[in-house]
C-alpha cells in the first residue's frame, strides 16, 4: 500500500502561496518537514511523492526535498519512498542531488511514463531494473539471461537495488518493481 503526497499542495501549504514552483533552499527545507511530519505516520508502507503538478524545480529544492529527505527516511518506518510524475526538468536536478550524495530512488516520469532509477546507480544496477521492469516479477537466472550475464552478476545487482529498496525481494528469491511499476 501507498500513500501519495501531492507536493504540490505541500508547497502551498508551507510557503501560505500560490506558488507551483520548487525554488529556493528555504522553500525546500520547508516542504521537507512537511512531508517527514506525513511519513512519521505512515508506518511500513511505501510513500510516493507526486511532482505531477509542481512546476520548476531547481537544484537546492531537489537537494532539500528529495536528498535530505531520503537520508532522513532511513530511520522512520516508512518501507520506501518512489518519485512519480516526475518532468524532465524535474529529473535533471533529482538526479544531480542524488548523486552528490551517493543515493538512489526510483522514479515515474511524466513522460514516457515507465520507471527509472535516478542518482548514483551503477550500470549493473540500472540494466538489472530495466530488465525487470520488461520481465515483471523474476528470480535472477531469466534477469542474467536476458543481459547475457552470469547468474551470480544479476543476483549481485538484483540484491544491491534490494537494499536500496528499489525493487522488492521476496522469500522465493524473486524481485520486482512493485507499485511503481
Known sequence: MSAVI???????EAVDA??????????GAAVRNRVLAVL???????AELDFSQVGLMDYSCADEVVAKLLVETRTLPVFRVLLRGVHEN????????????????????ASPGRPQLLGAASEDW???????DLLGRSAA????????????????ALEGLARLR??????DATFELGAVA
Open 166 to 171: 528499489c525493487v522488492l525481494a521476496h522469500a
Open 40 to 46: 512519521r505516520g505512515i508506518s511500513g508502507n511505501d
Open 126 to 132: 540500472r540494466a538489472a531494473f530495466h530488465t525487470l
Open 6 to 12: 501531492r507536493l504540490d499542495i505541500v508547497l502551498r
Open 90 to 109: 524535474h529529473a535533471e536536478a533529482i538526479d544531480h542531488a542524488l548523486a552528490r550524495h551517493d543515493l538512489v530512488v526510483v522514479a515515474l516520469l
Open 18 to 27: 500560490p506558488y507551483r514552483d520548487l525554488v529556493t533552499r528555504s522553500t
Open 141 to 156: 537466472p531469466p534477469v542474467a539471461e536476458r543481459l547475457e550475464w552470469s547468474t551470480a552478476r544479476a543476483t549481485d
